[in-house]
């Protein structure tokens, strides 16, 4: 009997599946890149755009030497919190999970000066800049979920950076197709810009 067999005989041929993997060399798990940050990073995971095969964020303007990019292994590592603002789209209150921007943010080694800005790009080349002291008071997150569902790329997925709008008196007072201009869904790329203006 070998060693595989054994263990296999002393635990039951239950137990063999998750065995076998865990006798596999330890892979690191490498999704595509969901979300990648540009700017004043730190050392950022990966190089410079490349004109050849980055084709929609050449398409889109966007350009840089270094980034740090997010895998959906890596953005659901992180803490997450949840917030339950009413949405425009049915006027109902859902359930949306994930970090906050700010922590990712930092994990991406950023820059968070008091003047820092973000730029938040969407798929469908919707964006917006949005003031790092913004995204800290309104604690905006990179949501991955809603209503405990990943969400699709084609729906408000994969990320949506969002707020709880709800939750803070001058946003509330407004009408909800008014509260949520800075949150782009299909969000895909961040470039922050440290100490600006
Ligand atoms: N990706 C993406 N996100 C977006 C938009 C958009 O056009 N594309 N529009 C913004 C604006 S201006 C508002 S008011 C809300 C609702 O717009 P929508 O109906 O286009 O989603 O989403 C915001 N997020
Ligand atoms: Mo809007």
């Not at 050449?58 to 997450?80: C, E, I, N, S, W």
Request: with cysteine.
């Amino acid at each position: 009997m070998n060693k595989r067999e054994f263990i296999a005989a002393a635990l039951g041929s239950a137990a063999l599946p998750s065995l076998a993997l865990a006798a596999q060399p330890a892979m690191p798990a490498r999704g595509p890149a969901l979300l990648t940050v540009t700017g004043a990073i730190g050392k950022g995971n990966r190089g410079a755009l490349d004109p050849a095969l980055d084709q929609m964020m050449k398409k889109q303007g966007v350009r840089f030497d270094k980034a740090h990019a997010f895998d959906y292994a890596a953005l659901t590592a992180l803490p997450a919190i949840e917030i339950r603002p009413t949405l425009e789209y049915d006027a109902k209150p859902h359930a949306l999970r994930g970090p906050l921007l700010t922590e990712m943010m930092k994990a991406s080694g950023a820059a968070l000066g008091e003047g820092t800005k973000l730029v938040l790009r969407a798929i469908d080349g919707y964006a917006v800049s949005l003031p790092l002291a913004d995204a800290r008071e309104r604690r905006f997150i990179v949501a991955t979920h809603l209503d405990g569902q990943p969400m699709p790329l084609g729906g408000l997925g994969p990320l949506w950076a969002v707020y709880d709008a709800d939750r803070f008196p001058d946003m509330a007072a407004k009408p909800v197709n008014e509260r949520f201009g800075l949150c782009p869904w299909g969000l895909y790329h961040m470039d922050v810009h440290s100490d600006v203006g």
